[in-house]
């Protein structure tokens, strides 16, 4: 059983125990040595860990542990541009005889993977439109295995087990309440489009069966999600007989809904639903943020800098 989690630890102390490897790097330093540059995790969260100094034979054994594999470490928490680090002393990859618990390396989604997975193809399969009905439920058929592990990203917002079902749930959730109230929006089209506008993160992302992900595919790198995305529809609206319209409606949704073109996006939304579409995704990536950041700041205290919120803090309300 783990003795120390990374939330838990404090500046200037001392520790050894067993993490998650999120992500390695050999990098050359001001003074021109190479130093060992991780990222680790268990279940309360991340911290980045630094190994000082290491020689040409340390980094080739160094460069050999797998991402997503435990490692033990022992280190001193240090203190950065006020974000904590890990000062590595020793490092070592886990072996069988270390005898662990994988649950408690591993951040997961707050809900059960298969629960979440039933609720998104229950709101496919109550569509009133056929085609989208029948897009949206072989979509989410074919990709079932794949959705109750996967990530939503390699790094920052839902990068945990079953952290794309827990990103589409809740915006499936949002856009339905706020159908409600903007009753000119078609529903259904709306939640196909949050179905389908991270899908192809499945074969963008790399990721192990505990959500881990050490970077992106081939085609991720050199195409992305939404250039993926488009050409799913294409395949996908042929073999079932979409409407050209609805066709074309889709892949501006997917095209359009990071907003921007530098985060991707040739086209700014065009029409109600897709503009809906960005709003409720980015709106559940930064109260995730949020959420995240706030888990072990204290009421009445700001957490340290959001990088993914703009390097803001984020202030915990005192209790009532």
Request: hydrophobic residues 40%; glycine residues 8%.
């Given at each position: 059983?783990?003795?120390?989690?990374?939330?838990?630890?404090?500046v200037n102390q001392d520790f050894t125990d067993f993490f998650m490897l999120r992500s390695l790097d050999i990098r050359l330093?001001?003074?021109k040595k190479e130093y060992l540059d991780i990222t680790i995790s268990d279940s309360s969260g991340e911290m980045s860990a630094k190994k000082w100094d290491i020689t040409e034979e340390e980094a080739e054994q160094l460069k050999k542990i797998p991402i997503g594999e435990p490692v033990k470490i022992k280190g001193i928490v240090t203190e950065w541009n006020g974000i904590k680090q890990i000062k590595i002393g020793k490092i070592r990859q886990a072996v069988k005889e270390d005898k662990l618990d994988v649950k408690e390396f591993v951040r997961t989604a707050p809900e059960e993977s298969e629960d979440m997975y039933e609720y998104i193809l229950g709101a496919a399969q109550s569509m009133k439109d056929e085609q989208l009905k029948q897009l949206c439920t072989e979509l989410l058929e074919e990709n079932h295995e794949q959705l109750l592990y996967?990530?939503?990203?390699?790094?920052?917002?839902h990068a945990i087990l079953g952290g794309l079902l827990y990103h589409m749930k809740r915006m499936i959730m949002s856009g339905?309440?706020?159908?409600?109230?903007?009753?000119?929006?078609?529903?259904?089209?709306?939640?196909?489009?949050?179905?389908?506008?991270?899908?192809?993160?499945?074969?963008?992302?790399?990721?192990?069966?505990?959500?881990?992900?050490?970077?992106?595919?081939?085609?991720?790198?050199?195409?992305g999600h939404i250039v993926q995305g488009i050409v799913s529809i294409e395949e996908?609206?042929?073999?079932?007989?979409?409407?050209?319209?609805?066709?074309?409606?889709?892949?501006?949704?997917?095209?359009?809904?990071?907003?921007e073109p530098e985060f991707g996006s040739p086209k700014r939304p065009m029409f109600p639903e897709a503009e809906l579409l960005h709003y409720l995704d980015i709106l559940d990536a930064r109260m995730y943020d949020m959420e995240y950041a706030l888990e072990t700041v204290e009421p009445g205290k700001m957490s340290n800098k959001v990088w993914t919120l703009e390097n803001r803090k984020v202030y915990k309300v005192k209790n009532p």
């Open positions: 059983m783990k003795e120390f989690y990374l939330a838990e630890l404090n330093g001001g003074n996967y990530p939503a990203a390699s790094k920052n917002h339905k309440a706020l159908c409600k109230i903007y009753t000119n929006v078609n529903e259904d089209l709306a939640v196909a489009g949050v179905i389908i506008h991270d899908m192809e993160k499945i074969r963008e992302i790399e990721s192990n069966s505990l959500g881990i992900s050490p970077g992106y595919t081939f085609k991720g790198e050199l195409l996908k609206a042929e073999k079932i007989g979409l409407s050209e319209e609805k066709k074309v409606m889709l892949q501006h949704m997917i095209l359009s809904h990071h907003y």
